[in-house]
């Protein structure tokens, strides 16, 4: 348990000693290393036009950073700090944004400038296997006609549906601007977190039927662990509400008109994404309650249980011990009859007193 409960604490900060005394803007990055080494996908397209390949550094899409088509570079992984580099020299990124882009514990934000606008937000999945949420920091700059995005680099990830639209000759994502890009790469981004809820909330199901049937201590460190997870989702979430509310806001040109339309509509799903979160941590304060109060009412059970017997014992331990004085002249000790009566008083008194018992519903 000790294992799991670091690997949960480190989701919600990261080792920054690396950066301990350097200036800022010092490009470091802050994060595990997740794959061995960086891939870079470039995808150009406009409505009669599509492009699709793997290339090898940022500058090859210099190239078309002037054509009319829409250029969006994907890199994944983000160890190589002169990728990074690259990006804020033939892009105009400022070196400050090129630190939070390499800083995986960086709070989801949004940042405009005149000619570009720099995105970073959490990806998150959940691991079956682990039984848990997995999460990848992705950073987005979009210009008027370019978009670069960065993922951590885990294996898949969800914009491959943005990738097959785009791939389909007819499509409304060809006919916009990257502004429209970055728009869809958050809508799918956010839509999945409907699925990492659906997740938790089969999983609520579960440990709800474990409460009212067998409420075991590990049931209780299953809630607790869930309950992180909820903790640690909502720190993600949260600030999303920020980015899409001041980027459907935005006076710039980069921002058509029609892609505010369909911000709003994102607005509301995260919206709808936060209500559910807190009812689901509202809900495991509640499990937690029940487990609590379960395990209560089982050990009253039992007291209550072991009071009775030993209330039915006290009277026949009286007469047992009353018999069992070994004083010479006691009349019944003398009787033929006198132990069968005594074991049918004892049965009769035992009798007697679980029919009370029942009738007052103490049993």
Avoid at 145 to 159: A, K, R, W
Wanted: aromatic content about 10%; overall charge negative; some cysteine.
């Amino acid at each position: 348990m000790a294992t799991t409960s670091r690997l949960n604490m480190n989701k919600f900060i990261k080792d920054r000693s690396a950066k301990n005394g350097l200036a800022p803007g010092s490009l470091v990055h802050i994060g595990a290393k997740k794959i061995d080494h960086v891939e870079i996908d470039l995808i150009d397209y406009s409505e009669n036009h599509f492009e699709e390949k793997k290339i090898s550094s940022v500058r090859d899409s210099l190239h078309l950073k002037d054509n009319p088509t829409v250029t969006w570079v994907n890199i994944e992984g983000l160890e190589d700090t002169d990728t990074i580099k690259a990006i804020g020299e033939y892009f105009g990124s400022n070196l400050l944004i090129l630190e939070d882009m390499l800083n995986t514990d960086q709070r989801p934000k949004i940042e405009i400038f005149d000619d570009y606008i720099f995105i970073v937000f959490k990806m998150l999945s959940y691991n079956d296997n682990l039984d848990q949420i997995n999460t990848e920091q992705v950073s987005i700059v979009f210009g008027k006609d370019y978009l670069i995005s960065l993922q951590e680099g885990i294996e898949g990830d969800v914009f491959e549906p943005v990738r097959n639209r785009l791939r389909k000759g007819s499509n409304y994502i060809r006919k916009k601007g990257a502004d429209f890009l970055a728009y869809t790469l958050l809508d799918v981004v956010i839509d999945n977190y409907f699925d990492v809820l659906e997740k938790i909330g089969e999983k609520m199901e579960t440990l709800d039927e474990q409460l009212i049937n067998n409420p075991r201590p590990e049931v209780l460190q299953e809630i607790y662990n869930l309950k992180r997870e909820i903790i640690f989702m909502r720190k993600s979430i949260w600030p999303m509400r920020e980015i899409v509310n001041r980027f459907e806001q935005v006076e710039s040109e980069i921002v058509c008109q029609t892609t505010r339309a369909y911000l709003r509509d994102i607005y509301d799903h995260i919206i709808q994404v936060i209500d559910t979160e807190e009812t689901f941590r509202d809900i495991i304060s509640g499990m937690m309650d029940l487990y609590l109060s379960s395990i209560s009412n089982r050990m009253n059970e039992i007291m209550k249980f072991l009071s009775i017997v030993g209330t039915i014992f006290i009277p026949l331990t009286f007469i047992v011990g009353l018999y069992g004085m070994n004083f010479e002249y006691m009349p019944e000790l003398k009787s033929k009859y006198g132990y069968p009566t005594v074991v049918i008083i004892m049965v009769l008194v035992a009798t007697s007193m679980v029919a009370f018992f029942k009738k007052k519903k103490w049993l």
